[in-house]
């Protein structure tokens, strides 16, 4: 016990120049940074309860999802939504490798057992309408959109959104690279595939992140009317992934 101490000590310590920039940039946003480690892995955990928005919460580690290779950051932002606003937004080549997933899963003789099993971002894909009427065509060409209603998705993207998406989709998002958002029960969260920890890949994620959760916390205040609401619920609930969105 003592020498696995030693070591994971000796771990940190020559990591040091590694996140010393990382836990330097928590402290002046007022959260609190903890390196994690499972089975070996290394990772980090940062929390603000006090984040003007809502209860920020990220992580990055070991991948939740089959999707993400290496590792991934995940992201989930209390912004008490209403439970009503079901919006997603993911990239493009992950929607269709992932639609084919979901083909196969229910052509499957389990069809039952697929239902409560796969991802609920893959159930999406069967139960939600998408988005057509983009506002840019390189948003467009790199990211696919759905919700509860046409009308929301759509809302969502109309205002800032679109563009810190097409910004992103130059280098922190690159063609290819695994990356879902999506509001539920009320969240925002959001999970990319990131190798190596990177401040300024979270950074800009981050910014992402905060113009996604102000345009939802903005359409939420408007999810009240019929128009906005989905008439069926095709699937049951399933619980959050994980801390962040499992």
Same mark, same amino acid.
């Given at each position: 016990m003592v020498l696995k101490?030693?070591?994971?000590?000796?771990?940190?310590?020559?990591?040091?120049?590694?996140?010393?920039?990382?836990?330097?940039?928590?402290?002046?946003?007022?959260?609190? +940074? %903890?390196?994690?480690?499972?089975?070996?892995? &290394?990772?980090?955990?940062?929390?603000?309860?006090?984040?003007?928005?809502?209860?920020? $919460?990220?992580?990055?580690?070991t991948p939740q999802r089959d999707y993400v290779?290496?590792?991934?950051?995940?992201? *989930?932002?209390?912004?008490?939504?209403?439970?009503? $606003? %079901?919006?997603?937004?993911?990239? *493009?080549?992950?929607?269709?490798?992932?639609?084919?997933?979901? +083909?196969?899963?229910? #052509?499957? #003789?389990?069809?039952t057992r697929v239902d409560t099993d796969i991802p609920e971002e893959m159930r999406w894909l069967v139960m939600f309408p998408r $988005?057509?009427?983009?506002?840019?065509?390189v948003v467009k060409a790199r990211f696919g959109a759905l919700g509860a209603t046409a009308e929301m998705i759509e809302a969502w993207l109309s205002g800032g959104l679109s563009d810190v998406l097409t910004l992103a989709s130059q280098d922190v998002i690159p063609s290819g690279h695994p990356f879902v958002m999506l509001t539920q029960r009320g969240?925002?969260?959001?999970?990319?595939?990131?190798?190596?920890?990177?401040?300024?890949?979270?950074?800009?994620?981050?910014?992402?992140? &905060?113009?996604?959760?102000?345009?939802?916390?903005s359409l939420s205040k408007r999810v009240t009317e019929p128009v906005w609401v989905n008439p069926s619920t095709l699937f049951p609930p399933t619980a959050p992934p994980s801390q962040t969105g499992r």
């Open positions: 101490q030693v070591k994971h000590w000796m771990k940190l310590r020559s990591n040091a120049a590694l996140w010393k920039p990382l836990m330097e940039w928590v402290a002046k946003r007022g959260g609190q +940074f %903890q390196l994690e480690e499972e089975a070996g892995a &290394e990772g980090f955990s940062i929390v603000e309860p006090a984040n003007p928005l809502g209860s920020l $919460l990220v992580e990055w580690g290779q290496g590792a991934e950051l995940r992201l *989930r932002w209390e912004l008490k939504l209403n439970p009503d $606003l %079901q919006v997603m937004v993911l990239e *493009r080549s992950l929607m269709d490798r992932l639609e084919g997933l979901v +083909f196969e899963a229910y #052509t499957d #003789t389990l069809q $988005l057509e009427q983009w506002s840019g065509k969240n925002l969260y959001l999970r990319l595939q990131m190798p190596e920890p990177d401040l300024a890949v979270l950074q800009a994620v981050l910014k992402v992140a &905060e113009v996604a959760a102000k345009e939802a916390q």
